[in-house]
């Protein structure tokens, strides 16, 4: 169980053109998703909190009109990533709060690798 | 400020020799304390909560333990495919999970 997936798991675009990045909790409802990028040996660094059918929240530092994100549904969040530049290249992975031993806990998807030209 | 810090940032073992990780935190209000491995080019993977000083986990080769300021990661006797980089991951008065930057584990034949 807790299984998050994320769609496409790589993508290349050229720059100037935007990216969506589905992330999905496939067997269990998640109000709470998050979004992290994470650079070559660093660790993850939060964008974004997402509730459903609300407004995310982003960190300080980061654009919200060029990460758009939406949280239409208990399994489904989607990051935009708007006339994409080489310096938005990165890993970006996805989580979703679920219950594990009855405790919340993040389960994280796969990832998806962007690389812009 | 909340902060989190994993020691060492890479250790190299031998099959079968054991060893620990450590993750030390600063933080105010601790509501739980997560272990993630990660392996390249792939979505951190679930290992342990902690809540609470003196608590303890088990999963195979692994055990997580808690005190109120660091939390330690022991491999027993680990084999190859433990290799990977391991995080430490705290959260405090939000939902937000605060990281370290990671051990990365080697495990040699």
């Known amino acids: 169980g807790a299984v998050v997936s994320q769609h496409p798991s790589w993508v290349i675009c050229k720059s100037g053109t935007s990216v969506k990045i589905e992330c999905r909790s496939l067997d269990f409802q998640a109000t709470t998703m998050f979004w992290y990028r994470q650079f070559p040996k660093q660790s993850l660094m939060l964008m974004a909190t997402?509730?459903?059918?609300?407004?995310?929240?982003?960190e300080q530092g980061v654009e919200k009109d060029k990460f758009l994100i939406n949280h239409a549904s208990l399994t489904l969040s989607t990051l935009t990533v708007t006339s994409a530049h080489p310096e938005d290249s990165s890993f970006y992975i996805c989580?979703?709060?679920?219950?594990?031993?009855?405790?919340?806990?993040?389960?994280f998807g796969p990832g998806t690798r962007l690389l812009v030209l | 400020e909340d902060q989190v810090t994993q020691s060492p940032e890479a250790l190299r073992l031998q099959e079968g020799e054991s060893s620990s990780l450590n993750c030390s935190y600063t933080v105010s209000g601790l509501r739980g304390l997560f272990w993630y491995r990660q392996d390249p080019g792939k979505g951190p993977e679930f290992l342990f909560t902690?809540?609470?000083a003196g608590e303890e986990k088990e999963k195979e080769r692994l055990k997580a333990t808690l005190t109120k300021k660091e939390s330690f990661l022991h491999i027993t006797a680990p084999k190859p495919e433990d290799s990977a980089t391991y995080l430490c991951a705290v959260q405090a008065g939000t939902d937000k999970l605060i990281f370290g930057t990671g051990t990365r584990l080697q495990v040699f034949p």
């Open positions: 997402s509730n459903e059918g609300s407004k995310a929240t982003y």
């Open positions: 902690l809540y609470s």
């Open positions: 989580s979703a709060a679920g219950l594990a031993d009855f405790q919340e806990t993040q389960y």
